[in-house]
């Protein structure tokens, strides 16, 4: 199991732009796909962004295209999510993940970071 703690989360005014940060735990980082999901109050987790092993791969919510863009550094052990032009329908919780597909979750999650864009 790959244990993961997300930062940088915060408010912003829209326009705004935030980078959160997942820094994971566990020797089978670098072979795993890593996503980034989210969860707006009274809604569904949703899915982000996901990004394969090596990097080369990477994928995205129609919602997200153009303004998020998601990248690892396995050195580091870490894979972030810079967000650009953020709108007040990017507001939620934002949870990493590990293990999973292009679109679909794996088993492990972090703990969730904030993010609150204000119009």
């Known amino acids: 199991q790959v244990q993961l703690v997300e930062s940088g989360g915060g408010s912003v005014q829209a326009g705004g732009s935030l980078r959160l940060s997942c820094a994971a735990s566990?020797?089978?980082?670098?072979?795993?796909?890593l996503g980034w999901f989210r969860q707006a109050p009274g809604k569904e987790r949703e899915f982000v962004a996901a990004i394969s092993w090596s990097g080369d791969s990477t994928y995205y919510a129609d919602s997200v295209k153009g303004r998020f863009t998601i990248s690892r550094d396995n050195a580091k052990n870490t894979v972030y999510l810079q967000m650009n032009n953020l709108k007040p329908e990017d507001t939620a919780v934002y949870y990493c993940?590990?293990?999973?597909?292009?679109?679909?979750?794996?088993?492990?999650w972090g703990q969730g970071t904030q993010v609150i864009v204000s119009s």
């Open positions: 566990g020797r089978t980082f670098s072979s795993l796909v």
């Open positions: 993940n590990a293990g999973g597909g292009s679109h679909r979750p794996g088993g492990s």
